[in-house]
Structures are given as structure tokens and as C-alpha cells.
């Protein structure tokens, strides 16, 4: 197997840098991951690797990479499930587009053999177009029923009382039943007009995005943005202000930021030369909700840190998963009454140098295999003040990002 990397110009006479749509040339059927431009998109399927060979069959693959950037060379996709314990493979492409920060674009294709074509000259990487808006009707049906949900987060609030834990997130699933497929592929045109800074996602069904960078390594410099403490948008700017200033100021909801922090800052450090990261939480805003945020920025120590090994360690963070995280994942099992599937876990990409990016895997949904069911997923993290009905209202905020993506026209 042979990986060749090129920059557009050599593969496509008919498209240039400027005009590359990574969301169109992914398409339904692809993968995409992107924020803000910028990312990866893919078509076809070279190999899928298991998890513990993942590392190793990268290594083994020939290379031709006249770009020699993190991302270029052959490069892994993938979704980590919560529980990361669970067997789980990743995707090498047939066909991968690379937009990078710098503007610069380039291609990889992967040969299986001396005759495959796929290295030819001129490549076809012309968009994509989505179908056309269909009269499609819906059903929506939860799938925690709510008086579990509601018992959970019971459960979870007087075990932080008590000393037991610090934090656990209860999360909660419902389910989008179209009468005809749903098209991947508009679900991620809305999702990029709605939520144009998160990362957007088409991972093997599992569509998304996420507001939240778990890890990224690229050249030995390593970043995260972990956020936890959430309020909602009502599109009202003086409401928003207001609602963004008590985020700020609640004691609930620093406690709940402060534990995911703290966790990721001890996680990373002991691999970096240093880590710095601000000194107070700021309010990041997407289109439906509002979040405490906290970005750190460090340089490695040599030998660099795996980026996958860098998400094995960190994920499930405490803002999807709790602290004690053994403790409060114990809790999650016994009384959340659902298996999350990918939905927690980590979502990204890694190449054979372990530079890669990796967002945790919410505001999410899981397709089934003919696209006619949607399940999504929304949780929040729980603390000593909480309370049930708050807490419902926060998923409820949170689910409709992916439920506007899908059932809007």
C-alpha cells in the first residue's frame, strides 16, 4: 500500500485552493472533519485498521509526500467511543482533500497496488451538490424516558453531596424518525451555517458539531479547549448579555468548569515542557447555547506525545464523563439506564507523525444504516446545586442543534 501526497494544483486542473468546499466534496457518502474552512474531507475507503494496530500500520505504508506538513502522508479518521474500551477501528481514505490554516490545499490518494489508477493526473473533485428539500415528516420519541433521566441526575447530585464524587454528567438520547432518508449532506450545510466555529463531523453515520477541541498536536505544540458550564441563547442580544454575565458569576457553574480544567491541565502537563492557559473562563457562544471555556496552549516534551495517546488519556473528560472519573463512571453505567455509543467519546484525525486534532463527540447524532433514524444525545454535568428540571432544560438547549439540522427544510 502507497500513500501519494500532492498539492492541488498537480491533481486538478479545474479547481483551485480558493474554490475547494470541503463539505461538498464529502458529500453524504464521505467523511468530513472541518471547522471555520479548514480540515479534512473525504471519498472512499482504503482500510479500516482495529484501534491497537492503528499506530503501527501507518508506519508500514510507502509514502511519496512532496507537501510534508502535519496531515499530509497517509492520515487516520475516526471516532473514539465513550467507553474506549470497546472495539473501535479507524479509516484510512481512498481520496483525502487536506484544507489547511495557511490557505494551502492538498491531496492524498492511496494506491493499493502497481496498478491502481487512483495517482492518475487530472483527479475529479468537483462538489457534491445536496438533494433537493423533500416533505419529509417526523417523529420524535425519547429514548431515556424522562422520569430516569430525571432519577439520575437525583442519584448523581446526592452522591456529589455526600463526598462520594465531585461531578458526574447524566445525558439523555431521543430519537428522529424521518419517512424518507435523511441526507447527510444537508444536515452538515445547516450544521455550517448554524454553527460555523465548531467542528463539523461525518464520521461512518455518526454527524455532529462540536464546540469543544478535546486535544490538538501539531508539531510538538499541544492545545485544548475544554468547556463545561452551560446557558442558553434566546437570539435576544441584552437576554444573551444577561444570561452570559450570570454564567459568569454562578458558583455551579464555575465548580462544574473549574473540575474539567483542572483534570485536562493535570492530564497534559506531565508530558510538556509547559502549559499555560487563562487565567479566568470566557463565554463561548454558539447559535443555541453559551459555555465556560478555558483555552490552554503548551509545548511538548521531546519525545512527542501521540496525539492518540494524548486522547486515550484525556477522554472521557470530566465534562462528559465526571470526577473521580472511575467513580463517576461507575454512577453513569448504574443509573443513566443507556450505552452512549461514540457519543461522549472523541471524534478526529491522526497522521504518522502523531500530529492530529480531536473535538469531543456532542451535539452529535447516530444514523442508522438507511438514514431513516436520527439518535441524538445531550447531557450536563452535575454538581451539588443542581437541580432535575434545570438540568432537563440545559438538554433540551442542547439537543436542538442537531434536531434543527435535520428537521428543518
Known amino acids: 500500500m502507497r500513500a501519494t501526497t500532492r498539492p492541488l494544483s498537480e491533481v486538478s486542473s479545474t479547481i483551485?485552493?480558493?474554490?475547494i468546499d470541503l463539505t461538498a466534496i464529502a458529500g453524504s457518502d464521505?467523511?468530513?472533519f472541518v471547522r471555520n474552512g479548514v480540515?479534512?474531507?473525504t471519498r472512499g475507503i482504503a482500510a479500516r485498521v482495529a484501534s491497537h494496530e492503528a499506530k503501527e500500520f501507518l508506519s508500514n505504508i510507502q509514502v511519496a509526500d512532496s507537501v510534508n506538513a502535519p496531515g499530509s502522508g497517509p492520515v487516520l479518521i475516526g471516532a473514539i467511543p465513550f467507553d474506549s474500551q470497546q472495539p473501535h477501528d479507524f479509516v484510512l481514505p481512498k481520496l483525502l482533500v487536506c484544507k489547511s490554516d495557511d490557505g494551502r490545499c492538498w491531496v492524498?490518494?492511496?494506491?493499493?497496488?502497481?496498478?491502481d489508477k487512483s495517482e492518475s493526473t487530472d483527479l475529479d473533485l468537483s462538489p457534491i451538490h445536496a438533494k433537493s428539500a423533500t416533505s419529509s415528516s417526523y417523529t420524535v420519541t425519547p429514548g431515556v424516558d424522562i422520569e430516569t433521566y430525571l432519577h439520575a441526575v437525583t442519584v448523581a447530585r446526592d452522591a456529589v453531596r455526600s463526598g462520594a464524587i465531585t461531578k458526574a454528567v447524566i445525558a439523555r438520547d431521543v430519537f428522529v424518525t424521518s419517512s424518507q432518508s435523511i441526507d447527510i449532506h444537508s444536515v452538515l450545510l445547516r450544521l455550517r451555517n448554524s454553527f460555523g466555529s465548531s467542528f463539523q463531523f461525518s464520521v461512518d453515520g455518526f454527524v455532529g458539531a462540536s464546540p469543544e477541541l478535546l486535544v490538538?498536536?501539531?508539531?510538538?505544540?499541544?492545545?485544548?479547549?475544554?468547556?463545561a458550564g452551560t446557558a442558553p441563547r434566546t437570539g435576544d442580544p441584552t437576554t444573551d448579555a444577561r444570561l452570559a454575565t450570570s454564567l459568569l458569576s454562578s458558583t455551579k457553574n464555575q465548580i462544574?468548569?473549574?473540575i474539567v480544567i483542572d483534570a485536562v491541565h493535570d492530564t497534559l502537563l506531565p508530558w510538556c515542557s509547559y502549559l499555560d492557559w487563562e487565567p479566568e473562563a470566557s463565554i463561548i457562544a454558539v447559535a443555541n447555547v453559551q459555555h465556560l471555556g478555558t483555552h490552554m496552549l503548551g509545548r511538548l516534551s521531546e519525545p512527542f506525545l501521540h496525539v492518540l495517546d494524548a486522547v486515550y488519556a484525556l477522554s472521557p473528560t470530566p465534562a462528559l464523563g465526571?470526577?473521580?472519573?472511575?467513580?463517576?463512571?461507575?454512577?453513569?453505567?448504574?443509573?443513566?439506564?443507556?450505552?452512549?455509543?461514540?457519543?461522549?467519546?472523541?471524534?478526529?484525525?491522526?497522521?504518522?507523525?502523531g500530529n492530529g486534532v480531536w473535538a469531543v463527540?456532542?451535539?452529535?447524532?447516530e444514523y442508522s444504516n438507511n438514514n431513516m433514524t436520527a439518535r441524538l444525545f445531550a447531557g450536563g454535568g452535575i454538581v451539588a446545586d443542581s437541580e432535575p428540571l434545570s438540568e432537563l432544560a440545559e438538554t433540551q438547549a442542547k439537543l436542538q442543534a442537531m434536531l434543527a439540522a435535520i428537521i428543518r427544510p
Do not use: N
Not at 492524498?108 to 496498478?115: A, C, H
Not at 467513580?327 to 461514540?342: C, H, N, Q, T, W
Not at 463527540?361 to 447524532?365: E, F, L, M, S, W
Open 361 to 365: 463527540a456532542i451535539r452529535c447524532a
Open 39 to 41: 480540515g479534512f474531507a
Open 216 to 227: 490538538s498536536i501539531v508539531d510538538g505544540e499541544v492545545s485544548s479547549h475544554p468547556l
Open 256 to 258: 462544574e468548569h473549574r
Open 30 to 32: 464521505g467523511m468530513l
Open 16 to 19: 483551485s485552493a480558493d474554490q
Open 108 to 115: 492524498t490518494t492511496i494506491q493499493d497496488t502497481e496498478l
Open 322 to 353: 465526571g470526577h473521580p472519573r472511575d467513580k463517576a463512571l461507575k454512577l453513569i453505567a448504574d443509573v443513566e439506564g443507556m450505552s452512549r455509543g461514540r457519543y461522549g467519546g472523541a471524534v478526529g484525525w491522526f497522521d504518522a507523525q
